[in-house]
């Protein structure tokens, strides 16, 4: 299983032989430093951690952890099946991947602030005619009245986005030099955004 850490360029589009065109998203993958491999037998679980882009100054903690290790900005885990050959001080580059490859791709989602119902869970909202006053984006009934209390979960208004998203089943497309990818689709997060890309187990 191949992982590495990205961050987002832009999107783009590539042009296929049939001239049918793919829309894609052009992500800095890598130079990736394996900082740690942790195996069942110490840890109790098998995982990989990269680091990746530099830093220009570190904490403490982090300074003790990446010793002898380049200062880098961003450190991720990944759990994997087994650790392979990987060790402490590996670079990982975009060419472990080939064009064809399933990927996943776990980033952050761009941030929307307090958002209401019809916006963040698609409500229809209520009807625009006569006698429906400030009513038309409004959710409405919120449930039964005999017990007194709203049920967890209900859907309402609130903050939307800056979470964890994973999008499963895209495919690279091609592997540019300069450790570009291009992946098939959307991902999530805005430009500059840090992603995490996984093959499928």
């Known amino acids: 299983m191949k992982c590495i850490l990205a961050k987002k360029i832009e999107m783009s589009q590539v042009y296929r032989p049939d001239g049918t065109v793919i829309p894609v998203t052009l992500v800095q993958a890598g130079p990736c430093v394996v900082t740690q491999v942790k195996t069942q037998d110490k840890d109790g679980y098998v995982a990989v951690?990269?680091?990746?882009?530099?830093?220009?100054?570190?904490?403490?903690?982090?300074?003790?952890?990446?010793?002898?290790?380049?200062?880098?900005?961003?450190?991720?885990?990944?759990?994997?099946?087994?650790a392979g050959e990987l060790k402490k001080g590996d670079v990982l580059e975009a060419a472990i991947f080939e064009p064809g490859e399933t990927i996943e791709v776990t980033g952050r989602s761009k941030g929307k602030g307090f958002q209401g119902v019809v916006k963040r869970h698609g409500f229809h909202g209520h009807p625009a005619s006569h006698g429906h006053k400030d009513q038309l984006r409004m959710p409405g009934s919120i449930g039964a009245g005999g017990v007194q209390r709203v049920f967890k979960g209900l859907r309402m208004a609130g903050r939307m986005g800056d979470e964890n998203?994973?999008?499963?089943?895209?495919?690279?497309?091609?592997?540019?030099?300069?450790?570009?990818?291009?992946?098939?689709?959307?991902?999530?997060?805005?430009?500059?955004?840090?992603?995490?890309?996984?093959?499928?187990?």
């Open 165 to 201: 998203v994973t999008v499963k089943n895209l495919n690279v497309v091609e592997v540019r030099d300069g450790g570009i990818l291009a992946i098939k689709g959307a991902i999530p997060g805005g430009r500059n955004g840090i992603i995490a890309i996984q093959t499928v187990k």
């Open 49 to 82: 951690q990269l680091g990746f882009l530099n830093a220009k100054r570190l904490n403490k903690p982090m300074e003790g952890h990446l010793k002898d290790l380049p200062k880098l900005k961003i450190v991720r885990e990944f759990r994997l099946p087994s």
